[in-house]
């Protein structure tokens, strides 16, 4: 991850914890933050497409919606496997940009209600604060409207 930011020009502090935070939850815990200032990375993926959803860690991805945006009908939460093939990260630390492979970036739009977000940083061991502008230049995102309705 730290490669990456220096790459893009991005500017983001690592945080690093002192117990693995697998979930956004955990990470609130250890942060002292509330959940939905957590922001969490998901992959999904079909036949031909793979695609990383990121959305606040209270809110959950409408499959539905972000299968319309890819042109999809059948995507399907990436196993713990094509996590890590994918984007090098371990599930419960992955880090929205920086992936081994290509990858369609979709951000949930109100994350861009905030200045700056707390993401997963590379391992379930690190977290990434970061401008919300960065992120989305550096993920090179699309924004769109992806979480469920409460």
């Known amino acids: 991850m730290d490669r990456h930011g220096r790459t ?7 945080i ?17 933050c ?3 200032d957590i922001v969490k990375t ?11 959803a990121v959305l606040a ?4 991805v409408d499959r539905r919606k972000l299968q319309r945006l890819m042109g999809s009908t059948s995507l ?6 094509r996590v890590i093939e994918h984007t090098g990260y371990l599930p419960g630390g992955v880090a929205p940009m920086g ?25 379930p061991r690190h977290l990434m604060r970061i401008a919300v502008d960065d992120l989305i230049a550096g993920a090179h995102a699309t924004v769109e409207d992806i ?4």
């Open 42 to 52: 998901l992959l999904f993926e079909d036949d031909a497409v793979v695609v990383a």
């Open 76 to 81: 399907r939460l990436c196993s713990h496997d």
């Open 147 to 150: 979480a469920e309705k409460a």
């Open 8 to 14: 893009e020009g991005l500017v983001f502090e690592l």
């Open 99 to 123: 992936f081994y492979k290509p990858t369609t970036v979709v951000i949930d739009r109100k994350i861009t209600l905030r200045r700056s977000v707390i993401t997963g940083g590379g391992t």
């Open 57 to 60: 860690g209270s809110d959950r």
């Open 16 to 32: 690093e914890l002192d117990h693995e935070a697998p979930t956004a939850s955990a990470a609130s815990e250890q942060v002292g």
């Open 34 to 36: 509330p959940v939905e």
